[in-house]
């Protein structure tokens, strides 16, 4: 798909009631052999507890909106955690995981935030170009964090944005 616009992008906060599509978009966005995606379930169990919220991204273009991206975020009064962000590959490249890290990064500001935190596999340079270019800078490293096909370990960077 050819890049959209930045502004046909609809980001919409949903709740518990979307976890089954936001656990679709999860494993078409994680699309890697191996990989675990989240379930309806944990989505739910997201978004029931006190101070998470998770946006929804939609191309607008389209007469039926088409879901094309999320951003599951909790917020614990200071500190800030972008728990998942996802974009399906066919809108990749496209300014949809900008526009939902800049929502969250806003959201958590209002919420009175001062930092946000995430984890970003190591083996997705694509992911940590785009939180380095927000303004997040690495904190850490969880080794053998995530497990791939065949038992692989690949390491998580720890990142942390700061709103002063």
Known sequence: ????????????SVG??????LAALHAASFCKPGDESWSRRSFSNVLSMPGSFCLLASDSLHSARQPCGF???????LDGELLSIGVVPRYRRSGVARTLLAESLAIFQVQGAERVYLEVAEDN?????LYLSAGFTQTGCRR???RRLREQKVDALTLCYSFD
């Open 125 to 129: 340079p694509t992911a940590k170009a």
């Open 1 to 12: 798909m050819s890049a959209i616009l930045e502004d046909s992008v609809r980001i919409e």
């Open 16 to 21: 518990a009631s979307s976890s089954g599509l």
């Open 144 to 146: 053998d964090y995530y």
């Open 71 to 77: 951003a599951a975020c909790r917020n614990a009064g």
